[in-house]
């Protein structure tokens, strides 16, 4: 973080600097990373991290404590580009995700309460957000239906990314 920070170009002092960390390991140290960002004394950085809804759910605690760590510093956690991918049981052994869908549905309560409980300092709707895949040349009618219904159900219209427009996954 101090490389980058130190050698990215910011020419304008009101953009955010962004840095985007990828891995498991790293989100799995999202603690002790929130812990060297306010000891530091770098400028309000936002860092990006990809994850699973199953490393979500986990990780829940840690997610948690990082941004009650980061709070009022002017630092933010974001959580990008989360497979959703589908709600029905059927895709994902399909797409062979290796996750049921109520892991899904545990994965965005988990992020709504993060960001429930620290606007500042936690974010997951700005850089991708969830992203589904709700077409492929074996999806059901049924399959489909499903999806919309848990959709509309939980209130996930404005989460979903492109979940009519999504293109079709070969």
């Known amino acids: 973080i101090a490389a980058f920070l130190a050698t990215h170009p910011f020419p304008d002092r009101r953009v955010r600097p962004a840095l985007r ?3 498991y390991r790293v989100l799995r140290e999202v603690r002790s990373l929130a812990g060297a960002l306010t000891s530091r004394g770098w400028p309000a950085l936002d860092l990006l991290f990809d994850a699973r809804t199953d490393q979500l759910v986990a990780l829940e605690p840690e997610l948690d404590a990082a941004a009650a760590a980061l709070g009022g510093t ?3 956690l974001h959580v990008c580009l989360v497979g959703i991918e589908s709600f029905s049981a059927a895709e994902l052994e399909r797409m062979n995700k ?3 869908p109520w892991v ?9 309460a993060l960001e429930a409980r620290h606007p500042e300092a936690f974010r997951f709707r700005e850089h991708g957000g969830l992203s589904t895949i709700l077409y492929t040349p074996w999806t059901s ?8 219904a848990v959709a509309r159900h939980f209130d996930l219209d404005d989460l979903l990314g492109k979940l009519l427009t999504s293109r079709l996954r070969l």
């Open 21 to 23: 960390v990828s891995g």
């Open 74 to 76: 002017g630092h933010r």
């Open 98 to 100: 290796g996750v049921a």
């Open 104 to 112: 899904h549905l545990a994965a965005i309560r988990a992020l709504r």
């Open 141 to 148: 009618l049924d399959d489909l239906a499903l999806n919309l």
